[in-house]
Structure formats: C-alpha cells, structure tokens
C-alpha cells in the first residue's frame, strides 16, 4: 500500500539528512507504530506519505514514494486526498468550518462525492466516533478531545484506504484516548484501513499495532513486529520494560499478556512487600521525596478554600477546596474540559475567580500585582511558548532576571541546572518541545514562588524527557516547593506524584495519596498497577528496587 | 363526528407557530430582504420614514435572530449608527453651521487664512444645517443597521458558502479571513494573560514586541498549518479545462461583477443617470451569470446540505424587493414626500403609501420560519 523506496530528506539549511535512505513497505490493512524521540523525524516520515513533505514544507527528497501506485512527486497532497487521511497533533489549526457537521463534510465537498453519500456518511461517522450529540455544535467550543474527535471523523468520511495519525491522543483524557483508539482499531479491522501513527505514550497504542517503525536519532529506519522492535528499542512503556526486567519472553506487549505471565512476579513480590524490609515497601519506593525530608512536610505552602470559576453559565470550579504542603508534587487529573486549567489560573491569581479564597503565606496572589503574585505561586500554562517573545534564549533569561528583579545570571543559571548545553544564542522557537518547557520554567523559578503550578507539561514530550521532568520536579519539591501538575499521563503521575486530585465537573471527587487513587481506577491505573494488582504497585522502578534490595 | 371544544378529550390544535419547522432561512433571502430596505432607506432623508424602516428592521431581528456567535452584535451596529450620526452633527457644528436663517447660536469663528476661502471653522449654527445633517446621517446609519441586520440573521459563512462554483476560491479565502479575526483577538488575550503570568503587566507594555509580534507568528503558523491540511483534505483540486476557456470565463466573470457595481451604485445614488441603474446591473448579472456557469465547470465539488430556496425564501426575499421597488418609484413621480423641505423649514410628515410600503418588510418575522434553538 504504502512503499519508500530508498527515501532521504534533508531540509534546507540542515547538515544531515532527516530520513536517510529509507526503505519501508506497508502493506494494506496494516496498523503501524512510529517510534523514536522528540524531534528525530517522525513527522516527516508522515509527512512524506501524502506529500505534504517536500510539496509543502519544502526540502530535498530523493528516492520515491508511492500510495497504491500514486507516486507523491507527481501527485500533490490535494491529489491524494480521496486516498490518504491526515490527522495533525494540534486539531484546532486544522479546522476551515465552523461546525461540526460541516467540518466532517468539508472533505467530502471538495472531492465532489454525491450529496446523498454525504450525508450518509457524516450521520455514520458521527456514530463511529460517537460525537452526534455535538454535531450542530461550533467547533471553537469544544473540549480538545471533542475535538480531536471531529478532526478524525472529518478525515474519515473521505473513506481513505490510508489513515495517518500524529500524535492523535496526545491532549486527550485516557478515556477519551481509548475511545479514540478503539474507533481507529475498528477502522484497521472492519474495513481494513491501513493506519499510521506515531505517538509518544506507546503503552495506549502498542497492544494494537502490527507492526513498529522505529526512526533512529541517525535518520535511519527500523521496521518489524512490535516484539522484536521494542526488545531493543530506548523508548518502551512500562510493560515492555517489565517484561525486559522480569526476564519474559516473548515480551508482552499489552497488560492481558503481562498479567498472564506474571503470576510468579506477584508472588515473588508479596514476599518481599511482606518481609521485614521497610525499604522495599511500595509506597515509600514511589515517594522519594517524602521519605527523603519529612520535615519539609510539614509547613502548608497554599490554602484555597471555596474557590469558584464560572464562565457565563458553566460552572468550571465549584467551590473547591484545595490545601498544599511544602515539598509535595500533587498530579491533578480529569477529563477534558473538568475545570483543570481553570483551577489552576485561578490558584495563580490571573485567572478569573468568582469566589472563594487563596492564601499564599498570609497573602492572596490575585489581589497583588502580576509581578509579586508570580513570587508566590509560579505558573507553566499549556501553551508555554505564550510566555516567549524575544529572539533569542539569552535575551529571553535576561529579561526575567530583570523582571524578578534577580541578580543577572539567575535564570541562566537555573536553565542550565535544569537542561545543560542549549545554545544561548537560539532562537526559542527551535528549541524542542522539551526544552521550551525547561526554559519556561526557569524563567518562572527566577521569582522564587512557593508553589509551582505546571499545566499538562508532558504533552508531547518523550520517555527520556519526561523521566527528567520527574526528576526535576523531585528536586523543586526537595527543596521545598508545593508542585501541582495537571496531567492525562498516567504513568507520569504514578511516577512522579506523591498525591493526586481528581477534578470532575469543576468538583475534586478523589484526593489521596497515589497509589490508592490510581490503583482504585480501571483508567487512571498505570500498567504495572493493572499487571499486578492486587498488589499496589506504581512503576518499574519501584519494582526493580524492591527486586534489588530482596536477598 | 365532530368534537366540540368543551368535551373532554378535545386536543386543542398547536399553535401555528410551533407547528411551524424551525430551520435556517437561505442567507441569501435575508441578505435580498435587507439589501431591500436599505435601498428604501438609501432614497429618503425623511426621519419619520427612517424611523419607521428601523423599526422594522429590529422587530425582524428581534424575532428571528438566532443565538450563534453572529447572532449577538445587533446593538454595536446600534452603536454604530448613533456615532455616524453624532460625527455627522459635529462636522455640521464646526465646519459649516450656517445653512439657513435660523440660527439657534454662535461659535467663535477662527480666522482662516484666503487660501481657505470657502471653508468656515465655528461661526453661527442653524437649525436647517443640524436637521440636514440630522437626516442625513440617520440615513447613513439606516443603511448600516440594514446591512447589520442582515449580518446578524444570516451567517456570513453560510452566504460564502453558496457562491457559485467558479468563486469559491475567492469565497474560501474570505471564509478562512473571517476565522482568523476571532481568533487573533482569542490569541492576543491568551498572550495577554500570559504576560501577566511573567509578571510584566505591571509596568508598561511594549505592545508590538510583547504582543503583536507573538500574535502575529501565532496566526502565521496557524494559516501554514491551516493551508497544508486544506491541502490534504483535497482543496484546489480542479478539473483540466483549456487556458482559452478559462480567459474568456475570467474576463466575463470581471466585466459581469464591475457591471453589476456600477448598476448598484447607481441604483443607491438617485442623482445618477437612469440608464447606470437597471440596465447597467442587468448587463453586469448576464455577463457575470455566463462566466459563472462557465467557469463553475473547472470546480469538481459538491454541496453538503445546501440551503433550500423555497416559499418562505422567496417571500422574504419579494418582501425586501416589494419595499424598495416601491419606495424607488415614489422616489421617482413624488420626491417632494421622501425629503422633507429644510428651506422653508417644514415639520416631516409621514406619506401613506411609503409608509405602507415599508410596512411590507416587517413581513419576514412570520413568513420566515423560526430558528433552530440550540
């Protein structure tokens, strides 16, 4: 169906081709992981399968690559529009109408299909993705996952025999995901779709692929059975590297096939949990903080109570309470458009509050002005390049050490304890998404606040940076930082928070500590918690360690 | 047998209003509707007229404006109009106020020198130089709500939407034009209130750097983004038609659409010509129509749920027309009744036959049927 031949890429001004000879055959029906790291090329593998790369963002390609026989140097991506679906990571930027039921026929209209067909398909679509009750609805005012919903559904109603996805379930609720998911699985069998798609989280799409492509750090490709793939690869979910740990083979790919060859695990682990080593216990293992400095627990850094958000009629925070310790990492989790964001603006000072209070030692930040509120309570919005504007990284560290009236350097200096060796000299827009994020937040740790709020930093970012995101985030909390994260990353928090919040509805209906607040639910349980409950376990580290420490 | 309305068991027929299909009205009806009264508006500077096509114009809003996002500004064009209104008495107030004999007061004159004979700042103000004024910008203000009006009850995407194959190109980019300015409004206060986030609102604000460059590569790389998955999804895809073919559509389609301006234009303006009226626009639709036609073949698409034209379309559409063939001819036999006298100074009166005329265009807030509630 799909077929590189001999494939290279170099963009202009690059020093190394980002494809390197590439030979890849995909065949129909098909369903096809791309893997590698940030920045390492997977979009313009993608890209290059309808001829958005070179046609639209210009670069070298030599070799050929054909779609069913169409070769994209002579087919434009308009041209193979009736045969290939392209779903980009930021649903929003794609949209040209402004309902839903147009958006989903917009496709449709320009490849001239006959009105009775279409309107067949969009009430089927509609059902298949489960967005009916939206469809009169203005695009603009829904949730991201909504959203990434309708722009899926408005590729599908084209019926393309080729689906490519780019990062599809990155801004959406695990729910939300495996809804996504199970839509697109059920395109691959029931009418034999072929699918591409990269993602990141690769324990929400692994179980279901046919077949990994792993794009090398070098522009070269690896393409083969997900066992055999992951095995060797350097990004891998939790269960492949449980399995790598646990020594199975063949390597379990999905929880079903974990749990099933985990009975001895279990068993083994109860012992040790059950043994006289303290150490080893589950919960002290995920929480190295609080083991670490019990002290710092004690002081509370931020006290809201009754806080209240309302947008015209909708009710984004209702009257919640919310209190948090010094040195303590607190995931706040929930669906798309619960109230995340909102609860978190408003905890800051700068968002929209309709009542309640905030204290932050003994004062409220939204009563103060920006730049002292920024000195209590420091927040990472969603979008953090909204904080970006100058040309370069240096200039952009200088300014905020000039507007936290800090000695020059400061920041600088944090950014280089937080990711060593950027070029002061870039631009911020070329940093990756991982960097951006680092960058962001040293300009708001330059002000010094006592609570950190970060609003889904993990989107889009890999294994490798979300395992120093953690680390990072340990070390703000050591040192006596209160952290608030908003996540859809379950595996995150399990490894990272030592308390999660779970907002539904704008109301906070579970707060505890982790382990008993993810372990209790079948969608925020990480995998390793699902492979061996009951017993309570978060991570692959925690398990390693205690497997270490047992004699 | 027959069921007499105090038995029990008599079901009471439903109202005939809410009988009545909700659906959207084919936006071109209410655009011919409003294009209509504002021709009718165009030609009198009588204020009771004026009034009374106001007030229809918002009775029809009122009655059937929907609650989309486009539905809302009634009231700024409202504004709007009270502002060309009030620049147009203080233009009057400065620069020209003696008109007739009443004078009602004096501003101090400013000595100009005699290369500015002819221009007057300030000097002696006229009750005839307001009311002209007056009049004359609440007929520009007329116009405008009419054209609002039209705004707020139909979607301008829809309209878009409609227009022939060989301008939807031009009707796309307009529509992708009419997305970006909500959104760059959404983008400037989004980095607005992340500025406040660094803390930098607190002293003065370099609005082009801080904001309006960020807002700007934003909507830059949201149009890149925007383009390249129009592309995939199959826009400008076209079918091969001769070069010939397409120079003579183009050149049709041109001369069509300068036509159709020049017979509008002098409809709306009573002192031009006759002959740059009607036929003028005549000549410029037939031409344009041909070019259309012949250039919709090159355009492979199809419509999804297209607007239906059908009674109700054309009543309110004939409605609008009614007024402003009506109006157009009493404009012609009787002027006199349309502009009312200034000097000698006269109250206005209202002319029955206008009146009644304009009264047909209130029409639309029953023929029309009710809009979809979301």
Redesign the interface.
């Known amino acids: 169906m799909i077929r590189f031949s001999q494939v290279s890429l170099t963009y202009p001004h690059a020093t190394r081709p980002t494809l390197d000879s590439v030979d890849l055959s995909i065949d129909e029906g098909e369903l096809c992981l791309v893997v590698g790291q940030t920045g390492v090329g997977k979009s313009t593998l993608l890209g290059a399968i309808n001829g958005l790369v070179p046609h639209f963002t210009g670069g070298t390609l030599s070799g050929r690559v054909t779609v069913n026989g169409r070769d994209t140097s002579t087919h434009p991506p308009r041209e193979l529009a009736d045969l290939i679906g392209v779903v980009g990571q930021d649903p929003l930027a794609g949209f040209v109408t402004d309902t839903v039921e147009e958006e989903l026929a917009y496709a449709m209209e320009q490849l001239a299909i006959a009105p009775a067909v279409m309107r067949k398909r969009v009430e089927e679509t509609l059902d298949l993705l489960g967005i009916a009750d939206l469809r009169n609805r203005p695009i603009r005012s829904l949730s991201g996952g909504q959203q990434q919903r309708v722009a899926i559904g408005s590729v599908l109603t084209a019926h393309p025999r080729v689906l490519v996805l780019d990062e599809p379930t990155s801004a959406l609720d695990p729910t939300a995901s495996e809804e996504v998911l199970a839509a697109i699985t059920r395109l691959v069998h029931d009418l034999g779709v072929t699918v591409v798609i990269a993602e990141h989280r690769l324990e929400r799409v692994l179980q279901y692929a046919d077949r990994v492509i792993s794009v090398q750090s070098d522009g070269r490709v690896v393409s083969g059975p997900p066992g055999q793939i992951l095995a060797t690869s350097s990004v891998a979910p939790p269960v492949v590297r449980l399995g790598r740990l646990a020594g199975w083979s063949p390597l379990p790919l999905s929880v079903r096939d974990a749990r099933r060859v985990a009975a001895d695990l279990r068993i083994e682990l109860k012992k040790i949990s059950a043994g006289p080593a303290p150490v080893a216990s589950p919960t002290s293992a995920s929480s190295p903080t609080s083991a670490s400095s019990p002290t710092v627990l004690a002081s509370t850094a931020l006290v809201a109570s009754k806080l209240t958000v309302r947008y015209e009629e909708v009710v984004a925070v209702a009257r919640v309470d919310v209190e948090l310790l010094s040195g303590e990492i607190v995931a706040l989790m929930g669906r798309n458009g619960s109230g995340k964001s909102s609860l978190l603006w408003a905890l800051q000072g700068a968002g929209a509050r309709d009542g309640g209070s905030v204290t932050v030692q003994g004062k409220d930040p939204s009563t103060l002005p920006p730049s002292q509120a920024r000195g209590l309570v420091g927040l990472v919005p969603q979008t953090p390049t909204d904080l970006l504007y100058l040309a370069t990284v240096q200039a952009e560290c200088t300014q905020a050490d000039l507007d936290a009236e800090q000695p020059a350097g400061t920041c600088a200096q944090i950014l280089q304890r937080i990711v060593a060796g950027i070029d002061p000299l870039t631009h911020p827009r070329d940093l990756s998404e991982g960097q951006k994020l680092a960058l962001v937040l040293a300009i708001q740790l330059c002000a010094s606040p006592s609570v950190v709020l970060l609003d889904e930093p993990t989107r889009g970012l890999d294994y490798t940076a979300k395992e120093h995101l953690t680390q990072l985030l340990q070390e703000l909390a050591a040192r006596g930082h209160a952290i608030v994260v908003s996540t859809h990353d379950v595996e995150f928090v399990a490894s990272t928070a030592d308390r999660v919040m779970v907002i539904a509805a704008g109301e906070i209906v579970a707060d505890g500590p982790t382990a008993e607040v993810v372990v209790a639910s079948p969608a925020f349980a990480p995998q390793v918690a699902k492979i061996l409950s009951p017993e309570p376990w978060l991570t692959v580290e925690d398990v390693a360690s205690a497997l270490r420490s047992a004699p | 047998m027959q069921l007499a309305p105090d038995r029990p068991g008599f079901v009471a027929q439903p109202s005939a209003k809410s009988r009545r299909l909700p659906r959207d009205l084919h936006p071109g009806a209410w655009w011919i509707w409003a294009l209509g009264m504002a021709t009718a508006a165009s030609r009198t500077t009588n204020p009771l007229l004026l009034l009374v096509i106001l007030a229809v114009v918002a009775f029809v809003v009122s009655a059937r404006r929907t609650q989309?996002?486009w539905a809302k500004g009634f009231t700024a064009y409202l504004w709007f109009g009270l502002l060309i209104i009030c620049s147009r008495l203080a233009f009057r107030l400065l620069l020209d106020g003696q008109y007739g004999e009443h004078v009602l007061f004096r501003l101090p004159e400013l000595g100009l020198p005699s290369l500015a004979a002819g221009v007057r700042i300030g000097g002696a103000v006229s009750l005839e130089g307001l009311l002209a004024a007056f009049y004359d910008g609440l007929r520009l203000a007329t116009l405008l709500i009419c054209l609002g009006a039209a705004n707020v009850l139909a979607n301008p995407?829809r309209l878009l939407k409609s227009v022939p194959g060989a301008l939807h190109e031009v009707g796309?980019a307009l529509?992708?034009a009419l997305?970006l300015a909500?959104q760059l409004v959404e983008s400037a206060q989004?980095?607005r209130?992340?500025?406040?986030?660094?803390?930098?609102?607190?002293?003065r604000t370099r609005f082009f750097?801080?904001i309006l460059?960020?807002v700007m590569?934003d909507a830059l790389?949201?149009s890149l983004?925007?383009?390249?998955?129009?592309?995939?999804?199959?826009?400008?895809?076209t079918a091969h038609v001769p070069v010939k073919t397409r120079r003579v559509t183009g050149t049709l389609v041109i001369a069509g659409l300068i036509g159709v301006c020049i017979g509008i234009y002098g409809l709306l303006d009573g002192s031009s010509p006759w002959t740059l009226g009607v036929p003028m626009l005549a000549v410029g639709l037939v031409f344009a129509g041909i070019g259309f036609i012949l250039g919709g073949q090159r355009v492979?698409?199809?419509?999804?749920?297209?607007d239906l034209w059908i009674l109700n379309e054309w009543a309110v559409a004939l409605s609008g027309c009614a007024v402003a063939t009506v109006v157009f001819v009493v404009a012609v036999t009787n002027p006199s009744s349309l502009n009312p006298s200034l000097q000698p100074l006269s109250w206005p009166s209202l002319p029955l036959l206008p009146t009644l005329a304009i009264l047909i265009g209130i029409l639309p807030a029953w023929v029309s049927p009710p809009p979809?509630r979301?």
């Open positions: 989309a996002p995407k796309v529509t992708v997305t909500p989004r980095i209130k992340a500025r406040k986030l660094r803390g930098e609102l607190g002293r750097s801080e460059v960020p590569t790389d949201r983004f925007l383009a390249a998955a129009m592309d995939s999804r199959g826009y400008g895809r492979q698409r199809s419509r999804y749920r297209p979809v979301t």
